[in-house]
């Protein structure tokens, strides 16, 4: 992602804050599983800020950027401030983001940056269902990588997240919750494919991948607000 950001008058200083949450207790999946996080990480952007309704295609709209990924423990609750963003004192609306991987028009193939060096998006746990031979339990871990589908192309693009004007000392929160990246994934499926006493690994075309991916790129995408 392009720095577009105008350097000139009418910039604030505006900070970057990220969240988790407390998932120290087992929650509930599909098909009877209940399901335990030991890990869950995520490298969140570049992010841009946009100030129409609808994320723009066009770099030159942006008015608040934060260039450099960064990585967001998901399991830890405590709002921790993590970046400076680059911003103009104006009014944003949408945004769009990547996952830790760009694709610069100037490049044959995706970019990964330090923060998704162990990938996009880390997980590691334990899921338990009781069944008839006795309680199922399958240690999991994926280690997933979201990229651009191609040259100049942004992974999320989020619409109508809020009607903010941006002013010295604001900050913006972007708070994930891990639990809804897994909650869909067919444990069945994962338990059946593995052998008894390993671990289940998250595979490239897997129903586990896809859920993730979805969860992270629509229904569960990370919140974004302001001074809160």
């Known amino acids: 992602m392009l720095g577009c950001v105008d350097t000139g008058a009418g910039r604030v200083p505006a900070r970057l804050v990220v969240q988790g949450v407390d998932a120290s207790e087992s929650f509930a999946g599909r ?5 335990e996080l030991d890990r869950a990480e995520l490298a969140f952007g570049g992010l ?11 770099c030159e709209e942006a008015r608040a950027e934060v260039l450099e990924p960064v990585r967001i423990d998901g399991l830890d609750p405590a709002p921790r401030e993590v970046a400076e963003i680059s911003a ?3 009014t944003v609306r ?16 995706p970019v990964v940056d330090e923060a998704a060096a162990d990938g996009s998006v880390v997980l590691e746990g334990v899921a338990r269902r009781p069944s008839d031979a006795g309680e ?12 651009p589908a191609g040259p100049g192309v ?9 009607d903010h004007d941006i002013e010295a000392g604001d900050t913006l929160r972007v708070s994930i919750d891990p639990r809804a990246w897994v909650s869909t994934v067919q444990f069945d499926a994962l338990f059946d494919a ?35």
Not at 48 to 58: E, I, K, R
Not at 94 to 109: C, F, Q
Not at 154 to 162: G, Q, T
Not at 203 to 224: G, Y
């Open 31 to 35: 098909d009877g599983w209940t399901i």
């Open 154 to 162: 942004v992974v999320v693009r989020a619409s109508r997240l809020f």
């Open 136 to 147: 199922r339990v399958l240690p999991f871990r994926a280690s997933l990588i979201l990229e």
């Open 88 to 90: 103009l004192a104006t």
């Open 48 to 58: 841009t800020l946009c100030p129409g309704v609808q994320a723009g295609d066009l």
């Open 94 to 109: 949408s945004a769009m983001w990547n996952y830790g991987v760009r694709w610069p028009l100037t490049s044959t193939e």
């Open 194 to 228: 593995t052998t008894p006493g390993e671990t289940a690994v998250f595979a490239e075309d897997s129903q586990a991948t896809r859920a993730v991916v979805t969860a992270l790129t629509t229904r569960a995408q990370p919140r974004l607000s302001w001074n809160d």
